[in-house]
């Protein structure tokens, strides 16, 4: 842990993690800033702030990597419609779904699933909510992000075949 | 011959707000509270389990030093420590009964292959996850 985290105050911290907890919780709800921030009882432009120096990420993006965490684990272990899991857990189109999910864990939906199926259920023992959490993307940069940084192979190729 | 765990210590942000909610809350008795001085030995045991002692300490002098005490109590805040699991043969009946008395919980009663679950946390921030076992 950071020495800029341990010095935030355990009361709010304690404040933070109810938000985080919330989103937990119901990670296919909406969570503006404000409404976050109201269960933390602090204001929102302290909010996304004191968010992120506890967690290490924006409280969306953290919303986003359960959102993407809870969308594998209903590919994985359910028979559901992928339309159906993606408006579940919090999207509002299926080609936003498909886009955020590859561009987060590098494949999409139809084929986790059919990976996730042939593969052995070695997680058997653990508690099923911790499998899931083993499963939670790690994103430590923005979607945003991630896509600009992949993007010159998509150009370089492009170049390629116009020169 | 044989071994066993027979004390597993949490942090706690203020032990007398830790002894009431283990006590009272979830059903838990006193076993050991001997001070001296700032230092508190607090465990406490479920009826149920009397082999098993469940530490409640706050981090700090004289054990640890301040700077110390300050990260960890931190990391309890964010929920950070390892997850605890407590077992119980009806969640749901668990869940009413410490739902009634304001313990905090971060995950209803849930369903998952034939098993009931339910998440809550102590007033520190420790996550207990409670599981019904399968019957």
């Not at chain 1, 192979?153 to 116009?162: F, H």
């Not at chain 2, 931190?74 to 407590?86: D, F, Q, S, W």
Request: proline content about 6%; charged content about 30%; some cysteine.
């Amino acid at each position: 842990m950071s020495v800029d985290s341990a010095s935030q105050d355990p009361e709010l911290l304690r404040r933070l993690l109810r938000a985080k907890d919330r989103m937990d919780a119901a990670s296919h709800e909406d969570w503006p800033v404000r409404r976050l921030a109201r269960v933390s009882r602090v204001s929102e432009a302290h909010f996304a702030r004191s968010f992120k120096r506890a967690f290490g990420v924006p409280p969306h993006r953290y919303l986003l990597t359960r959102r993407i965490e809870r969308a594998t684990a209903l590919l994985r272990d359910t028979d559901r419609p992928i339309t159906e899991i993606a408006f579940d857990t919090g999207w509002e189109s299926l080609g936003t779904f498909g886009r955020t999910f590859r561009d987060v864990t590098g494949e999409s939906p139809g084929a986790i699933r059919a990976r996730a199926r042939a593969e052995a259920h070695e997680f058997g023992r653990v508690p099923a909510c911790f499998v899931s959490a083993a499963h939670r993307p790690d994103l430590t940069i923005a979607v945003s992000e991630k896509r600009r940084r992949e993007a010159p192979d998509i150009n370089g190729s492009r170049q390629k075949e116009s020169p | 011959m044989s071994q066993c765990v027979k004390e597993i210590g949490l942090y706690v942000r203020d032990q007398d707000e830790a002894l009431t909610f283990y006590v009272e809350k979830l059903g838990f008795r006193v076993h050991t509270d001997v001070r001296n001085g700032d230092y508190r030995w607090l465990t406490v045991q479920h009826p149920d389990q009397p082999s098993l002692q469940l530490g409640l300490f706050k981090p700090g002098p004289p054990v640890l030093d301040e700077a110390t005490a300050q990260t960890l109590h931190a990391i309890v805040a964010k929920g950070a420590m390892p997850p605890l699991v407590l077992g119980v043969d009806d969640c749901r009946a668990a869940y009413e009964r410490m739902h009634a008395v304001g313990v905090e919980f971060t995950q209803e009663p849930t369903s998952r292959y034939g098993n009931v679950d339910a998440s809550f946390r102590d007033p520190s921030g420790n996550g207990w996850k409670m599981i019904e076992a399968r019957r």
